[in-house]
């Protein structure tokens, strides 16, 4: 039997940040570079507010070895957003192996994993080029005059936009927004993105999730999968 040691790894204290309705940054050094990121990312999120009507944007939270918690304020008040910063370190993603079959096997057995394991609502992979290649969307997916398929590409762009003004260190794994009437999760793929709908996701389960449908998609070149139409939600 060995006796194992813990060895305590030195941590970063986090780091604070705010950003005023007039756009002045406080906090620690280097700080402009993330608020000018947050911004833009928090702008972009908000444009999907009317298309999901799910309400004002309340939290943005990268899940990364360094963890963003970004809280926007809609008050009357001088703060506008603040944000918490702390490096976790790097994290070796466990490898997972190529199952059997092609791009859209992978596509369809993530959806599930994504609908099973994080109670998504409805989830979707959409392309570089913006086009949705999946989606796995209950029955009944419109709501009243929303209809959710209708709208993915929209929601997807948006997305990506978010992702792409974060730092690649504060995204590695995902992002997810926390909306008053649910929660969205995007994970950047190989230059493509999954995304689903919840009402909330458990980070401590996603982080891991989020590594194994990497995993499973990556080997794949999802610009040869057809665009996404009517049959996928039959299978």
């Known amino acids: ?36 990121a947050l911004r833009y990312a928090t702008r972009m999120a908000g444009q999907i507010e009317p298309l999901l009507d799910i309400g004002r944007l309340q939290w943005l939270t990268a899940l990364s070895g360094t963890a963003v918690t970004a809280r926007l304020g809609h008050g009357a008040g001088e703060v506008l957003l603040t944000a918490e910063v702390e490096d976790r370190g790097t994290r070796q993603p466990t490898p997972v192996s190529v199952a059997a079959g092609g791009a859209n096997t992978a596509i369809r057995k993530c959806l599930r994993r994504v609908r099973d394991d994080l109670y998504a609502d409805w989830s979707a992979v959409m392309t570089w080029d913006k086009r949705i290649v999946g989606a796995l969307l209950p029955e009944g ?36 927004l926390e909306y008053r009437g649910g929660s969205l999760l995007a994970a950047a793929v190989e230059g493509d993105v999954l995304f689903a709908f919840a009402d909330k996701f458990d980070t401590e389960v996603a ?29």
């Open 141 to 176: 997916s419109r709501s009243g005059s929303l209809d959710v398929g209708a709208v993915l590409p929209e929601v997807g762009l948006r997305l990506q936009a978010v992702l792409a003004s974060l730092d690649e260190t504060s995204r590695e794994t995902a992002v997810v």
């Open 1 to 36: 039997m060995f006796e194992t040691t813990n060895i305590a790894t030195p941590r970063v204290p986090r780091r604070r940040i705010a950003i005023t309705t007039d756009g002045a940054v406080t906090g620690a050094d280097g700080a402009d570079q993330l608020a000018a």
């Open 207 to 235: 982080v891991p999730l989020i590594d194994k449908v990497r995993s499973v998609l990556a080997p794949h070149d999802l610009d040869l999968v057809w665009t996404w139409g009517e049959s996928w939600t039959q299978r």
